[in-house]
């Protein structure tokens, strides 16, 4: 099963709104998980580091303020896109390092900005 | 600024044949490099990794070609199945910055009957 899990999977939300998108990992705890954003017939392109107990590196190009990232936990990063805008439609993923090494994938959250 | 990317965005390969996706980096201190499959709508899927101190690594049913001297890397599937049709990407870490991974633009694999 998996073993990094967003949610929600999907959302819809009006031009304006605030959407958070939540990024577990289930069985293992990642003091380090990233972001990315992935448009449609496009590449995955990183958006952010997410630390825990410490402020997330950003990406050039990628504004802070308007994606905020919070990574309270072991085993939580939650990404905030504040006032969203139809362009910000777009399918997140994150993914997450176990301590092995290994790297997980979410399986994304698909944003519809109207 | 440096990228990782693809020659062909499409691959039409007959069930059974076997598939060769290609992948160009240009990051040379790229020390991992890693295959990714993307079914529709969902998150990528590992399929096989490498790391810069080998050429040639191979899985079930998949092999990875790294060849550092013109940065190319590659990923053949023996056998190609219906189940294979998805987008496969090719991702590069830098040393120094685990996890942070650059992918390559992609490729379609579109298995015919």
């Known amino acids: 099963g998996a073993v990094v899990s967003q949610h929600p999977s999907w959302v819809i939300c009006k031009s304006g709104t605030s959407v958070k998108i939540e990024c577990r990992s289930l069985d293992f705890q990642a003091t380090t998980m990233f972001w990315y954003r992935q448009f449609p017939k496009q590449s995955l392109m990183l958006m952010a580091t997410s630390n825990e107990g410490s402020k997330a590196t950003y990406e050039q190009g990628v504004e802070k303020d308007k994606f905020l990232i919070n990574h309270a936990s072991l085993t939580l990063s939650t990404l905030t896109v504040t006032s969203a805008h139809p362009e910000d439609s777009s399918f997140y993923i994150c993914s997450a390092s176990r301590n092995t090494g290994e790297l997980f994938f979410g399986e994304g959250s698909r944003l519809t900005v109207l | 600024g440096e990228s990782v990317g693809l020659h062909l965005p499409t691959l039409s390969v007959q069930e059974g044949d076997n598939s060769i996706i290609n992948c160009a980096y240009s990051?040379?201190?790229?020390?991992?490099f890693i295959w990714y499959k993307q079914e529709s709508g969902k998150g990528p899927q590992f399929i096989i990794d490498?790391?810069?101190?080998?050429d040639k690594r191979q899985g079930q049913r998949v092999t990875v070609l790294l060849n550092k001297t013109v940065k190319h890397l590659s990923l053949q599937i023996a056998a190609t199945q219906p189940g294979d049709s998805a987008v496969y990407f090719c991702a590069e870490n830098s040393l120094g910055s685990w996890g942070k991974l650059q992918f390559g633009a992609g490729t379609q694999v579109v298995v015919t009957p």
């Open positions: 990051n040379s201190a790229s020390d991992y």
């Open positions: 490498i790391r810069s101190n080998m």
